[in-house]
């Protein structure tokens, strides 16, 4: 062997240890399941597929909470997780989960819509893998995850993606984005399968109310925003004046030439009142510097900082005072308690009286207060999700 070869083979070895750590951690990130302490409100855990056999062990299933009161009232479906690299969605269904009182109607809430997009980070991106929120008695750990559906689980994609059934060309990538598959198709592609098992749990289940979570960057004009379908503007708009007293929040319609989204497609295929709600999330503009964990949760980025003093940001930013993760949860919390409050005025014969922590009581005590120790729990309690 010459010695153009032995560096050959020293090179090609070195490359095999370092893809094997790298193996490692995306087999990791890929396995981790989240721990939750469902409040004493729940009732019981179903998953997607019910809706949609084909689903079931692929990576698209998913875990459904049903907190049923027994009692008459509207159903409400709440879920985060849509796109797993805006993490304040499924941290806010968590907490939701966690401390929902319910004296009558039902909450269906899930926290990992988007079950494969959570299951690595994003192609070509060094962002973190995880998140980790500190409580009284120790640390509880949530993935960070993609914008779209694995490639693991969707492949190849398209050279233009036809969305159905409107027809309407979108960028190729959206065939894998779980909010531009609405309302899907029963033997579509895995996104497209799973858009169609939310449209059926929402019309089976007659769900009244469906509040959709998000987070946005802040050069985003959408952002610190509800968007709702065309029958839910009323409420949505009267819901930004009562945030009003916590927090500055917007309030718009869905355009009804924008195909595949939540608040397009599930009003109009349903008959649920469909509202997604966008935080800031200081994080995934193409200005920040390094995505690190600690960006995600205190979120003080000094180009950001600049951004917005040139005016580019569609929102308030101070790196003095920025947007937290908790702030972040916290605002979805109160824009979901506060879209409830209008809907039981609206209908006050489908009313529903709950109560979970808002952003009040997340800025006061801190998200981890309201995290419980899987350890000190009544095992029938706890889930891995
Ligand atoms: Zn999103």
């Given at each position: 062997?010459n010695?153009?070869n032995?560096?050959?083979?020293?090179m090609l070895l070195?490359?095999?240890?370092?893809?094997?750590f790298?193996?490692a951690e995306?087999?990791?990130l890929?396995?981790?399941?989240?721990t939750?302490?469902?409040s004493?409100a729940?009732?019981?855990k179903?998953m997607l597929?019910?809706w949609?056999?084909?689903l079931?062990?692929?990576?698209?299933?998913?875990?459904?909470y049903?907190?049923?009161?027994?009692k008459?009232?509207?159903t409400?479906?709440?879920?985060?997780?849509?796109?797993?690299?805006?993490?304040a969605g499924?941290?806010?269904?968590?907490v939701?989960?966690?401390?929902l009182?319910?004296?009558?109607?039902r909450?269906?809430?899930?926290p990992r819509?988007?079950?494969?997009?959570?299951t690595?980070?994003i192609?070509?991106?060094?962002?973190p893998?995880?998140?980790h929120?500190?409580t009284?008695?120790g640390q509880?750990?949530?993935?960070i995850?993609d914008?779209?559906?694995?490639?693991?689980d969707?492949w190849?994609?398209?050279?233009?993606?036809v969305?159905?059934?409107?027809?309407?060309?979108l960028?190729?990538?959206?065939?894998r984005n779980?909010?531009r598959?609405f309302?899907g198709?029963?033997?579509?592609t895995?996104t497209?399968?799973?858009s169609?098992?939310?449209?059926?749990?929402i019309?089976?289940e007659?769900?009244?109310l469906?509040?959709?979570?998000?987070?946005a960057s802040?050069?985003?004009p959408?952002?610190?925003t509800?968007v709702?379908?065309?029958?839910?503007?009323d409420l949505?708009?009267?819901?930004?004046?009562l945030?009003?007293?916590?927090m500055p929040?917007r309030?718009e319609?869905?355009?009804k030439?924008?195909?595949?989204l939540t608040h397009?497609?599930?009003g109009?295929?349903?008959e649920?009142l469909?509202v997604?709600?966008?935080t800031a999330?200081?994080?995934?503009?193409r200005?920040v510097?390094?995505v690190t964990?600690q960006l995600?949760?205190?979120?003080?980025?000094e180009?950001l900082?600049?951004?917005a003093?040139?005016g580019?940001?569609?929102?308030?930013?101070?790196i003095?005072?920025?947007q937290?993760?908790d702030t972040?949860v916290g605002?979805?919390?109160t824009?979901?308690i506060e879209?409830i409050?209008?809907?039981?005025?609206?209908y006050?014969?489908?009313?529903i009286d709950l109560?979970f922590p808002r952003?009040?009581?997340?800025?006061t005590n801190?998200?981890?207060y309201y995290?419980?120790n899987?350890d000190e729990?009544?095992?029938?309690?706890?889930?891995?999700?």
């Amino acid at each position: 062997m010459n010695g153009s070869n032995i560096r050959k083979l020293i090179m090609l070895l070195a490359f095999l240890v370092i893809a094997g750590f790298a193996a490692a951690e995306f087999l990791d990130l890929r396995h981790y399941k989240e721990t939750v302490v469902v409040s004493e409100a729940f009732t019981e855990k179903r998953m997607l597929s019910e809706w949609l056999p084909n689903l079931k062990n692929t990576w698209g299933d998913t875990p459904v909470y049903f907190y049923d009161s027994g009692k008459p009232g509207a159903t409400v479906l709440i879920y985060g997780g849509a796109h797993p690299y805006e993490p304040a969605g499924s941290l806010a269904v968590y907490v939701i989960m966690e401390n929902l009182k319910l004296n009558n109607g039902r909450v269906i809430l899930v926290p990992r819509a988007d079950m494969s997009a959570s299951t690595q980070g994003i192609v070509g991106h060094a962002y973190p893998q995880y998140l980790h929120i500190p409580t009284s008695w120790g640390q509880k750990v949530y993935r960070i995850g993609d914008r779209e559906t694995a490639p693991l689980d969707q492949w190849p994609d398209p050279f233009t993606y036809v969305h159905y059934p409107s027809g309407q060309n979108l960028a190729y990538q959206d065939l894998r984005n779980f909010n531009r598959t609405f309302p899907g198709r029963p033997n579509g592609t895995l996104t497209e399968r799973m858009s169609y098992a939310f449209m059926e749990l929402i019309r089976n289940e007659k769900v009244d109310l469906t509040i959709d979570f998000h987070e946005a960057s802040l050069m985003y004009p959408v952002v610190d925003t509800y968007v709702a379908h065309q029958r839910a503007e009323d409420l949505a708009f009267m819901a930004a004046m009562l945030c009003q007293a916590e927090m500055p929040m917007r309030s718009e319609v869905s355009p009804k030439n924008l195909r595949g989204l939540t608040h397009r497609e599930v009003g109009d295929y349903s008959e649920t009142l469909c509202v997604l709600v966008e935080t800031a999330e200081p994080f995934i503009d193409r200005v920040v510097g390094r995505v690190t964990e600690q960006l995600m949760i205190d979120g003080k980025d000094e180009f950001l900082q600049r951004a917005a003093e040139k005016g580019l940001l569609y929102t308030d930013y101070d790196i003095n005072n920025a947007q937290t993760i908790d702030t972040r949860v916290g605002r979805l919390l109160t824009s979901a308690i506060e879209l409830i409050n209008v809907f039981n005025m609206m209908y006050p014969d489908r009313a529903i009286d709950l109560w979970f922590p808002r952003y009040t009581d997340i800025i006061t005590n801190g998200m981890g207060y309201y995290l419980h120790n899987p350890d000190e729990a009544v095992p029938s309690r706890v889930f891995l999700n």
